[in-house]
């Protein structure tokens, strides 16, 4: 009897000896994701952030002639949503010219009386609610 209590108790000090060895797993993930697109009118809210046409996005997604951001680099209020014109979107059939990143703005652009938005996005990737 004494015999199987000493091989029970060196059995356990074997296995809290080499549990404590172990080396330990990292619980977090950490995922860079870079720097936002320099595009000149912005950048879809969705992998891969193409740079989008100018009128895509209203007068709202923009502070001081800055691109406020979206998806990742999202830098607006929790209930910010702003108008987009989803008829330029791929998603939607849009198949016209593409600014590329880095591209400046054209010397005229669209006036922003002229934007004519078709969709809340809530800067996350998501249709926000039509407060309109």
Partial sequence: MRGI?????????SGALFAAAMPKAAAQISINIGVAPNCPYGY???????CV?????????????????VGPWFHGSNNF????DNSY???????????RVGDRPAAQRRPPE??????DRDGRGHKAENKR
């Fill in 5 to 13: 209590k000493f091989l029970v108790l060196s059995i356990a000090v």
């Fill in 44 to 50: 879809y809210d969705y992998a891969p952030y193409n």
């Fill in 53 to 69: 046409p100018d009128g895509y996005y209203g007068s709202e997604w923009f502070n001081g002639g800055a691109f406020i951001g």
């Fill in 81 to 84: 949503h702003g108008r987009v």
């Fill in 89 to 99: 979107d791929p998603q939607h059939g849009y198949n016209g010219a593409m600014p």
């Fill in 114 to 119: 002229q934007f004519k938005g078709n969709e």
